[in-house]
């Protein structure tokens, strides 16, 4: 006969059957956790979706291996907090206290999932990936017993209605087949009466630097990885040395280019107008080289204005609490 027990951890009801863990509570249907992963869906059959997970898979399990991840791992980690109106890391941790069920949706190598398990340990901290990142991150922090990874699509979720307390989508729901379907999937998890959902877009930028990025999206499909990775060192390179110029221009404004006018250092006038070329002295060659990788590496890349953004909110009922505006990107956290 089948050992079947009861088990609640973190204040959540587990049923334990022959040490397989099941949460049937928030997800559709019944899910069996095998350890601490669960895996779903392992491919697309959109083209372009497929395409940019495997560029993810293809980034993140070089970057596995990199001896700079601690550095952006604590980089983008206060990042986040600016991004979504966080003080500091405690008025996080005091937050994600209060949200029984967290979901971080595109948790890549498992960083931040493990970053929020680690701040609310009496939360149950679902990260779900659709790249083979998943696989790397479950293995990593399996000895965190409440955190858990789904591998699969962010654009259709496993979970019941309005079941997740906090839903994360950080730097990620660019990357999905039609981004406002997966926001819509995304609000639709999100609990009624206090949850709330945290977003990331990228921002557009001046024409000239939106046609070489529309041109990469469709591109990158005739290229190896190990072109990319070659252009990626490439850019990483020129971006230092456009960077060790210290050149200071006045640009006058262009609107019908959408570039605009006053002075710039010479590495951030080509970098926001022109061409992405990132390179940061304090976070290294490695770093530098995987966010151009990054970037020109999916098809799926989407850009938003900060009116298509808003729209895209509204439209789904959602009431704007914080929202941050910067040169890249659009973030908020948003309540239902």
Known sequence: MEKKTKDCLFGVCLTLKN????????????????????????SSNCENQQQTNEAFSEKWMEYENSNEKEKFY?????????????????????????KKYIFDAGCGLGYKA????????????????FSEACSIAANNYKHIKNLFFIKGDIAD??????????????????????PEETFKELTRITKNGGGEFVCYVYAKKALPRELLDDYFRVETKNLTNEQLWEMSRQLT??????????????IPDIPLLGIKGGKQDIQRFI????????WNGEQGEDNSDMI???WYSPSNARRYSEDEFKKMISTNGLKIEFFHIEEACYSGRFSK
């Open 19 to 42: 040490g397989v863990i099941f949460m049937d509570k928030i997800f559709k249907e019944h899910i069996e956790v095998k350890d601490n992963f669960i895996s779903l869906k392992s």
């Open 74 to 98: 604590k980089m983008q980690q206060k990042w986040y907090l600016e991004l979504y109106g966080f003080e500091n890391e405690d008025a996080l941790a005091k937050f994600l206290s209060t």
């Open 114 to 129: 493990k970053w929020f398990a680690e701040l609310a340990p009496d939360s149950i901290v679902i990260g779900m990936d």
């Open 157 to 178: 979720l496993p979970f019941q209605d309005n079941s997740i307390d906090y839903v994360s989508c950080d730097q990620v729901i660019m990357h999905t087949e039609v």
């Open 237 to 250: 390179e020129l971006g230092k040395r456009l960077s060790q110029l210290k050149i200071e221009i006045d």
């Open 271 to 278: 970098y926001w107008n022109f061409l992405k070329c990132y």
């Open 292 to 294: 151009n990788f990054d």
